[in-house]
């Protein structure tokens, strides 16, 4: 998330931020960083609304939920399948359907808006505001208490329940609608049909539900049962109903994910598991929800799915389970590729080699001055660095070396007034100044921005060990990462990994979830970005625990990105919504656009760049690849004729190299007859990159995904003729034996690129 509306953004920092103190400087081995804001510069906003207790740990920002910790009058919450609510007149929940959309762009976006919901509010007492009560990996608790009266839901991704805990009195429900009951053969049971979808109310044994009106009900508790749970049914028939009223009183109250990476099988396994309380009765098992991610292709719950639920997501099936279990291949990659040889164009990648090192100090900082552009100008760098020591320029590569040391540790020692970062412990967030996109000021993208940075010094470290050195610079590399991937829970340091969600299998990035839509993410791509660099630093620090972390986040998220933004099975995208991919995804709609431009070319290869050796999960499927692509040119076509041209409009060709390194991944020979030598560059890009990345595939061959190693490090290739490429990269210190699962065996010296053709 690159922009949002700025000016209702900072009326609310001027009600909940502080002022900035001194700028204490701390050392952490050669770096500084800052406990404030430099100077004039703004902090971070505080997260007020959360108890006591949840104010001890760090904020959970960049959440699906993280609207509810910033703001006084929260945004609706998407849980899927439902939406929630916190206002002043109670608690809201809805069951969201299909709007679509038109737009300017002469396409349409596909909304599931939270409306027409139903009220719950507290007969006996007022409801406070909403603050966060407790947060598990895919569940929260919600307090709107005042005084010593209490009102607590509980709400969890996929769930189609709300549990609800009163300290006194009896619910009110207040419908939007006239709504009509239908039989329920527990009396503790009420359900409803409301403008035509399905409800149903559990209430304790006991409980009397009371019709105050037509649009207004009364849950009158007994004594010391001060509880109900609150559910939207994907049909009604009778068969639903009893299956929701059995799970109804097992109450979700704590959410766990794991990961364990098998290196030997190169596939991650993730494993779901709740725990319950039981209300009354004996069933302890609770009703998930589970994406499409989650139910597609996963024999451990086949035949165990019942309905489901139409979504912003595609299904989603409910399971009566505490948990399950998804396994997903890991699709690796290697930190480069070797050098490209006997090519007609190797004149040609010298040439362009030679020019790039004598602008490379320029195209390190092109566009911005913050830390975003910053991050994208030493990748860049440090890629045109690989290709100088692939080809056998080392003299190339060390002055390209030096010169990302350099522009790092010039950030990392803090002495500028602009260019440094500040930890706010209060808070648990690393910024970095000066603000750009809002990192700062609304705490977004702090997964893309500082994935840049991390996978930057992983790369140097393979070359320059001492320089990743804890007493150097290596302490503040894992300040940076521990902004973006802390597994510690309920730490007062940082959040759990403030990006991801566990649950839904991708990342967030707003900070503090503005906007009537839930939270969203544009760029997947540098997301996994973000991924490649926790997967290197783990390996060349040799930290195992961290590198699987990477991997399990790399893998998930790689799978959420052919599921939600390019629906490569079929099974998301409404028929209604014609372009071939999702550009921005939010809680409660899809689109296809970005935060800064309607222009086409842009929009498509926000989620393509950076491409780098790690993108090769991009080709997949060559033949979405190409669909992909050739969407473009209906789209460019479409774009010049409704007339929204800005004064200074960008290059016709913007971005040709992303999209002709996409291409390759589909057609090498094809993609380079695309490209253009003096055409436009994206800023993180280079010639030499681009022109390297494509002969090497014409070389290679497209990756086989069909090949596994027992390496964290390898990637496979084939020709058409059959014959295969086999690359694996040896991070550690001592050598290594690398066994692939069609049998051919590879071994690798410590700090090299191995290959076997």
Known sequence: MKFLDACRWALLVACTGSAPALAQPVKLGAATYHLAPKGSDKPMPSAPMRTDAMLKTAAQTNQWYSTLIFNPTPEAIFAHPLSVKATAAGFEMALPSKEIVPTVRRDVEVHYPHKNPLLFSPAAFEAGPAKLAKASDWSIDISMARGADEMVMTVAHGSPFVSMQLSRGDMRVRLPSPGSRFIAADPRVLALQVAGKSYALFGPTGVVWEAVSPTEWLARLPAGKGYLSAAALPDAQPATLDLFTRHAYAFITDTRVAWAYDQAASQVETSFQATTRTMEGTEQVPLLGLYPHQWHQNTSVQGKLGPAFDTIRGKIHVLPANGFKKTNRYSSFVPFWPAVTESPRNAELDDLLKAEKRTARRMMLQNGQGPYWQGKGIQRNIKLMDIAEQQGDMEGRDQLLAMVQKRMEEWFEGGKAKGYFHLDKKLGAL????????????????????????????????????????????????????????????????????????????????????????????????????????????????????????????????????????????????????????????????????????????????????ITTASTYLGLEPAYVKRNLDALVPEMETYRTYGKLPPNPPPRDIWQDVFAKYGALADPTAALASWDRWGSVEVGETRTHALHFMLSLQKMGLPDFSVRADTPLYAVFKQTDGRKTYLAYNAGTSPINVTFSDGKTLAVAPRTLGRLQ
């Not at 705490?443 to 930057?456: A, E, P, Q, V």
């Not at 544009?522 to 590198?547: D, P, Q, Y």
């Open 431 to 610: 910024a970095a100044y000066p603000d750009e996109f809002f990192q700062v000021a609304q705490i977004n993208d702090h997964h893309f921005t500082y994935g840049y940075w991390i996978r930057t010094a992983a790369e140097i470290a393979l070359r320059d060990p001492a320089w990743a050195a804890k007493d150097q610079w290596g302490a503040m590399i894992d300040l940076l990462v521990a902004d973006i991937a802390t597994t510690e829970r309920g730490s007062s340091a940082f959040p759990f990994l403030r990006n991801f969600d566990p649950y839904e299998g991708h990342s967030w990035a707003s900070g503090i979830g503005l906007g009537e839509h839930g939270n969203n993410q544009e760029s997947s791509s540098e997301a996994i970005n973000a991924w490649v660099g926790l997967i290197l630093w783990g390996e060349v620090t040799g930290n195992k625990a961290l590198r699987d972390l990477g991997v399990y986040l790399f893998t998930a998220e790689t799978e959420a990105i052919n599921f939600y933004w390019f629906d490569i099975h079929g099974l998301v995208l409404a028929p209604e919504y014609k372009n071939v991919e999702v550009s921005m995804l939010f809680g409660g709609k899809y689109a296809h656009n970005t935060w800064w431009t309607d222009e086409p070319r842009q929009i498509k290869g926000i989620n393509l760049l950076p």
